[in-house]
């Protein structure tokens, strides 16, 4: 059969008007294809703007340059802003380009020609672009080492997976071993590489060959790179981290592509067979078409490829981090490793084989770059040829400061927060976020005014970053890292040194990667079993709700499961985090024990944890599962009681708390009516932290007995959570109550009006985990538990809070004595008759706030705290301000506020002519003047005098919850006179570890807020007047 027949056999077609006459061009590659799509949608906007237009006419392809120049934003020229006369050189090309693709036209050549020297000329001066390209870097060995030893040495960055450094060590590697592009290697399959061992020396080696199929738009005659294990030199064997097999081998044995599945030692022990002198290792079929080199997440790698531009923003922010301040483009290894091929000694064939390229000028101009690598003077001289000449300056062409500043320092942020830009975006964030929140906004338009605030986010950082990388390039070169104490450079470049310990891989590479060793060494091998881990292991913790301390440190604060469960509560409330370890286990016992009775089946227990999937069949397995995997146990924690208690004849003495009491006609049957949560009273820990109310000594006043084995926390096994709380009213001669309470698991706050002894202190906590009461009957040694039915907790109350900084003691009180717990077994306990409770009027009861953050978020005050107690002789010893208005629950529950008013801490009965609120509804009170500040940590009250009210109603505020006007006029006069002024008294003064300070009284307070400061915090006149009156010499 003929070649005709043949054809028209498969289907050969004699018509010719049905194949297209136009001109053929070469295939675009898709990225390739996007940039000249955009540049011909210029093309279209022009027209529209100007009309249909014809690009063979020079005066519109000259008006269509400058359209483009003017419309265009360049990177190089900070000054303008203009793009160079390279960039719309290529722009105007690749417009021709694509034209004549979709038009089959051709433009004229003396056009085409044209626009070059047009551009680079009359354009230019016209208007101003300039002819500038970016300078040129080498990553060198100098600089290569140096990236190494920022990722395996003291690297801050956390990486969503391990495997990522892992796999961005073999990259950069692989860059610099050959003249690899990112699209070969990131794009790479197993398929692609040609694994084997072979001899060399008489000993095994490994080694592979990588080709990639398809690369830069060619199927064909694709370089083949080929990197092995045998590298010596006179100063023998390479650091481990520039082995080029190292990462490879580890790639191959973590993910598991070699058929057989060899263990490490299995592929080290691998020799050629008798008749080859080499053995090919087989990759698994379903391995063939898997990327080399995947995208990874937290629980290990994707079936996706990496993407070159990731790698390459990756490898560019890595530089960055390891002091380079321009970064590294993958074209700084590549040139660095083409200059250095062709200085081999190899042809120029052999050259520009291995670079993969065509025309030799594009290696001359692009790559080889302006440096002579020739010894010109040893040439002249007849003397030793030197081959080094140019490594230094292409060293110092990457620019690297040793302690480069990787995030904006406070002064910094500081001034960017007041530049016109940065305010106008935070304005108009926060007016966003105010209609994102409001009650009226329908889902719609919240979800787009989400979306215009996130594009007002992006803005913001994009001034973060420009400002970084002003500061970054502003740096002076130093060498020395000698530096004084207070002189710290950034917390990132020895963040891994303090955290090592914890990432015992990572901590072992650092030292055996830099050892030069063999690859089949000890050190070797260790090496490769860490990186095979750093890989194959998830790189997130199992979930774990406990938390964690470390050598008496907090490494990892605790969450709750139950609530971290509960999607429909706020965040602050599922994320709540807690700092101390006996709170945390009160509150999480409690909710566990809530989340069961709730249970609608006790047979089918689901983990309260959203990511675990454990199906409980009782409440026992449940209590189990959650000990032996959440860490959370069934029990709070106990403290062991005294050696002596245990002893059968031996007679504990009875401890005693404070017994608060209050006149008036109430009693008890008023107050246990309706199940009323009770909270206890107890003892301040030693180790607390004084605030206004706490004067310092009161803390080392304690014996060290406190709290030893009397704790609210050893309650009876049988004790149920969650009954019935509802008590008959008991008798004056019932037993002595306990109270005992935290404040918001931090440290505890103490607060009384003492007499005469140095004990004479009311200790309130407040827990707000569970709430209990601790009743010792009469006669009965043994404390009694009532169960609490506790509520979540999270949201502490401002009215709570100004228990302890707001309410200060009645001034109707004719005696300030306040009896004290008394632990001395012979003192008598008579005064301690009738007992008394701190009620709750709401069980929902919620923790108080330790400072001025919080750690809960606002919530209307629903609740107030109220001391009751039976009649007794000592009737005037509670405020009573204290009391709970009923009357005003339903709108205290609707309120607002988060700190105390006026008439919070003055109930109406107590003034006979008060004056109106600014906003009775909101209650909100009008402030008559700042007297004074206090500060602990973050935590900033002010002392503020109510106008209308005399200076006993001063109370303590936050700062949050007063004017800025207000708050900026105080610490204006503030810093005129160097600290507190007008509402201070100075009544004494002590030398403390070298510093002076002064017993302050605070004014309109009680005397139990008398607390020593600091010179610093008060008023230089005050302090003159003091040492007048006291006759002390300044």
């Not at 750093?534 to 490494?555: G, M, S």
């Not at 007297?931 to 949050?960: M, P």
Request: charged residues 25%.
């Amino acid at each position: 059969m003929g070649i005709l027949e043949l054809a028209k056999q498969r289907g050969f077609s004699s018509d010719r008007q049905a194949i297209s006459p136009h001109v053929v061009p070469r295939k675009l590659r898709p990225n390739s294809q996007k940039f000249y799509d955009k540049d011909l949608e210029l093309w279209h906007e022009y027209e529209g703007e100007f009309g249909s237009s014809d690009p063979r006419d020079m005066r519109v392809m000259k008006h269509f340059a400058e359209f483009l120049a003017l419309g265009t934003t360049g990177k190089l020229d900070k000054e303008n802003e203009l793009p160079t006369t390279d960039s719309v050189r290529n722009k105007m090309r690749r417009f021709y380009s694509n034209w004549q693709r979709e038009t089959h036209q051709t433009i004229p050549t003396e056009i085409t020609r044209s626009m070059a020297p047009y551009i680079e000329g009359e354009l230019a001066e016209k208007l101003g672009l300039k002819n500038i390209n970016r300078a040129q870097g080498y990553l060198t060995t100098e600089n290569f080492v140096k990236l190494h030893e920022k990722l395996w040495f003291n690297d801050h960055h956390d990486y969503v997976h391990e495997g990522y450094r892992v796999d961005n060590a073999t990259l950069l590697n692989c860059h610099c071993f050959t003249s690899a592009r990112l699209a070969e290697l990131c794009e790479a399959k197993y398929k692609d590489v040609v694994f084997m061992v072979g001899w060399k020396e008489g000993e095994p080696e490994l080694k592979l060959k990588i080709q990639r199929r398809i690369c830069k738009g060619k199927d064909k005659n694709q370089p083949e790179h080929i990197l092995y294990e045998k590298l010596s030199s006179d100063r023998g064997p390479p650091p481990l981290y520039a082995q080029p097999i190292l990462f490879f081998l580890a790639n191959f044995l973590s993910s598991g592509a070699i058929k057989g599945d060899p263990a490490l030692e299995d592929m080290l022990n691998y020799i050629p067979p008798q008749n080859r002198r080499h053995w090919i290792f087989e990759w698994k079929d379903e391995m063939l078409e898997s990327p080399i080199f995947p995208e990874w997440d937290a629980d290990g790698p994707k079936p996706l490829a990496r993407s070159p531009c990731n790698w390459s923003h990756q490898a560019s922010r890595w530089a960055i981090r390891a002091g380079f301040v321009d970064g590294c483009g993958m074209h700084c290894p590549r040139r660095d490793s083409l200059l250095k091929a062709n200085d081999s000694g190899a042809s120029i064939e052999q050259v520009l084989k291995y670079a993969d390229q065509q025309n030799s000028a594009v290696l001359r101009r692009n790559y080889l770059g302006s440096m002579n690598t020739i010894d010109g003077a040893g040439c002249f001289l007849g003397m030793d040829l030197r081959q080094d000449l140019t490594e230094d300056f292409r060293s110092a062409s990457m620019r690297w400061i040793m302690d480069l500043p990787l995030g904006l320092s406070a002064q910094a942020q500081a001034e960017l927060e007041q530049q016109d830009d940065w305010m106008k975006i935070s304005q108009n964030i926060k007016l966003l976020t105010l209609q994102i929140e409001h009650d009226g906004t329908s889902g719609i338009t919240r979800e787009q005014l989400k979306a215009r605030r996130k594009q007002y986010y992006v803005k913001r950082r994009r001034l973060e970053a420009t400002k970084l990388r002003e500061i970054q390039k502003n740096q002076p070169l130093e060498y020395s890292s000698e530096r004084k104490p207070h002189e710290q450079s950034d917390w990132r470049h020895g963040h891994f040194a303090r955290v090592m310990d914890l990432l015992p891989e990572r901590k072992r590479l650092s030292h055996t990667l830099f050892s030069a060793v063999p690859l089949r060494s000890d050190e070797g091998l260790a090496a490769l079993r860490d990186l095979i881990a750093l890989r194959k292991n998830p790189c997130h913790i199992a979930y774990q709700d406990a938390l964690v301390l470390f050598r008496n440190a907090i490494a990892r604060a605790g969450y709750c499961p139950v609530h971290f469960g509960k999607e429909e509560c706020p965040a602050h409330q599922r994320l709540r985090q807690f700092w101390d370890k006996s709170g945390w286990q009160r509150h999480v016992s409690t909710c566990v024990l809530q989340y069961i009775q709730a249970a609608k089946s006790p047979d089918n227990l689901p983990c309260p944890h959203p990511d675990c999937p454990v199906q409980a069949q009782s409440s026992k397995q449940l209590w189990a599962h959650l000990e032996d995997i959440h860490s959370v146990s069934q029990g709070p924690t106990k403290k062991r009681k005294s050696s002596q208690g245990d002893h059968q004849d031996f007679m504990p003495a009875k401890k005693f708390r404070t017994q608060p009491q209050v006149g008036g006609s109430r009693t008890y049957d008023e107050f246990w009516k309706g199940g009323i949560s009770c909270v206890s009273v107890g003892w301040i820990s030693s180790g607390a932290k004084a605030i206004p109310g706490v004067p310092t000594e009161c803390n080392a006043s304690f014996s060290s007995d406190i709290g030893r084995s009397d704790r609210i926390w050893d309650e009876h096994d049988d004790a149920s959570l969650g009954s019935d709380t509802t008590h008959s009213s008991p008798s004056a001669s019932s037993a002595n109550t306990v109270y005992s309470s935290q404040v918001d698991d931090m440290s505890l706050r103490s607060w009384s009006c003492g007499q005469s002894t140095n004990r004479s202190w009311l200790n309130l906590e407040v827990e707000d985990q569970r709430l209990t009461l601790l009743a010792t009957l009469e006669g009965d040694d043994s404390p009694q538990f009532s169960p609490i039915a506790p509520s979540d907790e999270l949201n502490p109350t401002p009215q709570e809070y100004s228990l302890f900084t707001s309410i200060p003691l009645s001034q109707h009180s004719d005696s300030n004595s306040i009896n004290l717990e008394d632990e001395v077994s012979g003192r008598s306990p008579d005064f301690l008759q009738s007992s008394s409770v701190i009620a709750m009027q709401d069980q929902d009861v919620a923790s108080l706030v330790c400072h001025e953050a919080g750690y809960g978020g606002e919530r209307p005050e629903t609740e107030r705290l109220q001391i009751v107690s039976s009649v007794s002789h000592n009737v005037d010893a509670i405020d009573p301000r204290l009391y709970t208005d009923q009357d005003s629950q339903e709108q205290e529950k609707t309120s607002g506020i988060n700190a105390s008013s006026p008439t919070q801490s003055h109930p109406e009965e107590l003034h006979t002519s008060q004056p109106a609120a600014l906003d009775a509804d909101e209650n909100v009170w009008e402030v008559d003047k700042l007297l004074a500040k206090w500060k602990q940590g973050r935590q900033i009250l002010y002392l503020v005098r109510w106008k209308g009210f005399s200076d006993d109603d001063n109370s303590w505020e936050r700062r949050r919850d007063i004017s800025t006007h207000l708050v900026n006029d105080f610490d204006a006069r503030f810093l005129d006179n160097g600290g507190n002024h007008e509402g201070i008294e100075l009544l004494d003064q002590r030398l403390r570890r070298g510093h002076v300070e002064y017993l302050v009284k605070w004014k309109g307070r009680p005397g139990c807020e008398n607390s020593w400061e600091k010179a610093s915090t008060i008023s230089r006149f005050r302090i003159q007047e003091f040492q007048e009156s006291h006759g002390i010499s300044g």
